[in-house]
T-cell receptor, first 113, second 117 residues
Framework: AQTVTQSQPEMSVQEAETVTLSCTYD???????LFWYKQPPSRQMILVIR??????QNATENRFSVNFQKAAKSFSLKISDSQLGDAAMYFC??????????FGTGTRLQVTL | GAVVSQHPSWVICKSGTSVKIECRSL??????MFWYRQFPKQSLMLMAT?????????EQGVEKDKFLINHASLTLSTLTVTSAHPEDSSFYIC?????????????FGSGTQLSVL
């Protein structure tokens, strides 16, 4: 079974600074997708970024980018120019051939002035 | 963009009663929907995969007779919590996969907070 590990329960970043959230996963599959989801206090799940495992190029979405290291099974999220609205729970997620999402335990991000 | 409507957003019920939660894809067809459960300050745990026109696939440890899932159409899946007890109090979230879209995106409902008294 696939597992997703987020070792940072909480992180804090100052507004306009950069922060990196860590995620590692375990799988025996060669083809899969990785995601970062944001869950604000409203609890609506919002897709931040996704990465296909077959793509070597790291995904980027505006201020959000990932560092995907397939051999190391690592998938970290970098948030640049942090904004107050970035404060939320962030979940790393894995989706394999079966199609279901496996989530990590989450990282709570605080953004301070 | 694609929208998944989930109702109700919150419900309070008495112990022993049943509660039905609806998950509806508004502008796309979803042959597969997923139901998750989230306890306070915890992650989302997959409960079951709902397939249109067939029986749902439940994750290990999830009681199928307790959590009844029906996916009778390409746009609607329902989760019924039968004979609810206080330990069933939780946040339930559905997600739906756009069957036709080539990028196979998943879209989430806004969740249902269930409180069983």
């Amino acid at each position: 079974a696939q597992t997703v590990t987020q070792s940072q329960p909480e992180m804090s970043v100052q507004e306009a600074e950069t922060v990196t959230l860590s995620c590692t996963y375990d799988t025996s599959e060669s083809d899969y997708y990785l995601f970062w989801y944001k869950q604000p206090p409203s609890r609506q799940m919002i897709l931040v970024i996704r990465q296909e495992a077959y793509k070597q190029q790291n995904a980027t979405e505006n201020r959000f980018s990932v560092n995907f290291q397939k051999a190391a099974k690592s998938f970290s999220l970098k948030i640049s120019d942090s904004q107050l609205g970035d404060a939320a729970m962030y979940f790393c997620a894995y989706r394999g051939l079966v199609g279901k999402l496996t989530f990590g335990t989450g990282t709570r991000l605080q953004v301070t002035l | 963009g694609a929208v998944v409507s989930q109702h109700p957003s919150w419900v309070i019920c008495k112990s022993g009663t049943s509660v039905k939660i609806e998950c509806r894809s508004l502008d796309f067809q979803a042959t597969t929907m997923f139901w998750y459960r989230q306890f306070p300050k915890q992650s989302l745990m997959l409960m079951a995969t709902s397939n249109e026109g067939s029986k749902a696939t439940y994750e290990q440890g999830v009681e199928k007779d307790k959590f009844l899932i029906n996916h009778a159409s390409l746009t609607l899946s329902t989760l019924t919590v039968t004979s609810a007890h206080p330990e069933d109090s939780s946040f339930y979230i559905c997600s739906a996969r756009d069957t036709i879209a080539t990028n196979e995106k998943l879209f989430f409902g806004s969740g249902t907070q269930l409180s069983v008294l």
